[in-house]
């Protein structure tokens, strides 16, 4: 966002926690900040009287805070608590609260199952990869509205195996996307599904899989270039400290991993 017009200078000696995304905001700026960027997540979380103490008691707004409790004994929308908050804070100028409202009206025009895709995509861009999952499965488990198609459910399922493939839970995104795949038919999926077989299946069971499909088998030859050309960028231009970080970190999800199936008795 940009043409700021007014920095509060207050800031917040305990701040205010969004548990989900584990984020601390600590001044009205970062808040207004984070509700223009997140118009998706907006819920519970940011709508309720707990954030109106907090921007009171350590922000100082005291006529902010009390016309959002108004608008929350009103029952209001979502649109209308976070148009109350930006121009309660005076910071931003009409043209981009405008611009806002309208991003807000476009909301109210989607499917539902949409704006919880949304939720999850936005999870998944800010690293909450387990949390995205979560609201990845909500969609897939509950009843499918046929209205949104099945490429829109095969994307559900992509974006699933992507956020599990982060957490190197591979048998879980190979699954993730050999579904996304039968329903989207959509070459980034196989090659993704293709990955994920190349990181689970022993070389032999692999090789098996790929034999007699000349589908896969072309695919399986464009991954192994383009993962050879990777691994020749990394090891031309990642420095060797960089390089054992991520081994370390790998080696610790993968210990995770192996504990949480432990504890699951898979």
């Known amino acids: 966002m940009g043409s700021l017009i007014l920095c509060h200078s207050v800031r917040a000696k305990q701040p205010y926690e969004i548990g989900r995304?584990?984020?601390?905001?600590?001044?009205?700026?970062?808040?207004?900040?984070?509700?223009?960027?997140?118009?998706?997540l907006i819920d519970h979380?940011?709508?309720?009287?707990?954030?109106?103490?907090?921007?009171?008691?350590?922000?100082?707004?005291d006529k902010l805070a009390e016309k959002l409790r108004e608008e929350l004994s009103r029952n209001c929308s979502e649109?209308?608590?976070?148009?109350?908050?930006?121009?309660?804070?005076?910071?931003?100028?009409?043209?981009?609260?405008?611009?806002?409202?309208?991003?807000?009206?476009?909301?109210?025009h989607q499917k539902e199952?949409?704006?919880?895709?949304?939720?999850?995509?936005?999870?998944?861009?800010?690293?909450?990869y387990s949390a995205a999952v979560l609201v990845y499965q909500s969609i897939v488990n509950a009843e499918w509205d046929d209205s949104a198609g099945k490429k829109f459910y095969g994307h559900v399922y992509g974006c699933m195996g992507a956020a599990y493939g982060r957490l190197f839970l591979?048998?879980?995104?190979?699954a993730a996307y050999k579904e996304a795949y039968y329903l989207c038919e959509e070459p980034d999926m196989l090659k993704a599904y293709l990955y994920c077989c190349y990181q689970t299946y022993s070389r032999k069971d692999y090789t098996k899989m790929l034999s007699g499909n000349p589908l896969f088998l072309s695919?399986?030859?464009?991954?192994?270039?383009?993962?050879?050309?990777?691994?020749?960028?990394?090891?031309?231009?990642v420095p060797e400290e960089k390089l054992q970080q991520w081994k370390n970190d790998y080696r610790r999800l993968d210990s995770r991993k192996g504990m949480r199936r432990t504890a699951n008795g898979l």
């Open 170 to 174: 591979y048998e879980e995104a190979l």
């Open 79 to 108: 649109e209308q608590f976070v148009i109350s908050l930006l121009r309660g804070s005076y910071i931003y100028a009409q043209s981009e609260i405008n611009k806002i409202q309208g991003l807000l009206e476009n909301l109210r």
């Open 113 to 128: 199952v949409e704006k919880i895709k949304f939720k999850g995509d936005t999870l998944l861009k800010s690293g909450e």
């Open 45 to 61: 979380t940011i709508m309720n009287r707990q954030l109106c103490t907090w921007i009171s008691t350590e922000l100082h707004l």
């Open 219 to 237: 695919m399986a030859s464009k991954l192994k270039e383009e993962m050879k050309e990777v691994q020749e960028e990394l090891d031309s231009d």
């Open 21 to 40: 995304i584990h984020l601390r905001i600590y001044t009205i700026e970062e808040l207004c900040y984070y509700v223009c960027n997140n118009l998706y």
